[in-house]
């Protein structure tokens, strides 16, 4: 057994708190990175839209509920996107993963919006939820890498065919070069800030390229407003998150990076994080 001192913002009534807790745990592995996702993850009741031709930056508008794991993140620091993931095997999950600069400012009083596919209005299926408890990577405060944090929900929220949490990867689990992936969020687009939720597909690149990230480069790219977003990918087990919207370069330029941190290098840190804060137990 191994004792963690995790940190956490408490935000409670209107104000944040900056307190320190102390998990008792066993170090994770490979085996607890499944345990997580005891139940099924990554599926979705609509099909999500594969075309390439319509033309997040220079992407398309997703069907709604085709992904039924986004998380919009709404607060005073702006807007940012997340992902719902299992906590264990029961149907609902009160966890949401995003990126640690979504929640370094102003998050004090936001709220999370689950089964959203417009930002003006509300749709059939939507629920809503402060977010309580969140949690940035240790490695976020010390270096800039490690762009990751735990959103702890204020309830939890049952999975339904609008909202349904995505699958994670194994510790170290790597995405080969030239795979395709699914970038997706409320970001700003050619035309300014989207009304609706938007897709689009990208290559990753070869890691030497990307150092510590996954990345992608070309017009189409994510962009301002998408941070936290998911970069997903399609397996046997459902669709799975190996990313998470960090940074982009010049966002929608013919030579536009977008960097996107490497889930699989925090799986560990993710799992123990989100079982020492979860109410679904």
């Not at 839209?49 to 919009?72: C, D, H």
Request: overall charge neutral.
């Amino acid at each position: 057994m191994a004792l963690r001192f995790i940190t956490i913002l408490l935000a409670c009534f209107s104000f944040a708190a900056l307190v320190t807790i102390t998990t008792t745990t066993k170090t994770a592995n490979t085996t607890q990175a499944q345990a997580i996702q005891s139940g099924t993850c990554g599926k979705t009741n609509v099909p999500i839209k594969t075309s390439a031709t319509l033309y997040i930056m220079n992407g398309f508008e997703a069907r709604p509920n085709s992904l039924p794991w986004m998380v919009s993140l709404r607060s005073g620091g702006g807007n940012c996107g997340g992902s719902l993931i299992r906590v264990n095997n029961k149907n609902e999950s009160d966890i949401v993963v995003t990126a640690a600069h979504c929640v370094k400012n102003n998050f004090t009083g936001a709220i999370a919006v689950l089964g959203a596919h417009y930002m003006s209005k509300a749709i059939d299926g939507e629920e809503v939820a402060k977010a309580d408890i969140w949690v940035m990577n240790p490695d976020y405060y010390q270096n800039s890498v490690g762009d990751l944090a735990i959103i702890k929900l204020s309830r939890p929220i049952k999975f339904s065919k609008t909202i349904q949490p995505i699958c994670l990867p194994a510790q170290n689990e790597s995405v080969p070069d030239g795979t395709i992936g699914i970038a997706s969020g409320w970001g700003q687009t050619e035309n300014g800030d989207p009304p609706e939720l938007r897709q689009l597909r990208q290559v990753s690149l070869a890691k030497a390229v990307c150092n510590y990230f996954l990345c992608s480069k070309g017009s189409k790219s994510a962009c301002f407003g998408d941070s936290g977003g998911p970069y997903f990918f399609e397996n046997e087990q459902g669709y799975t998150m190996h990313g998470v919207m960090s940074s982009v370069s010049s966002c929608g330029q013919k030579n536009s990076t977008a960097f996107y941190t490497n889930v699989s290098n925090y799986v560990d840190w993710i799992l123990e994080t989100a079982n020492a804060l979860s109410d679904v137990k």
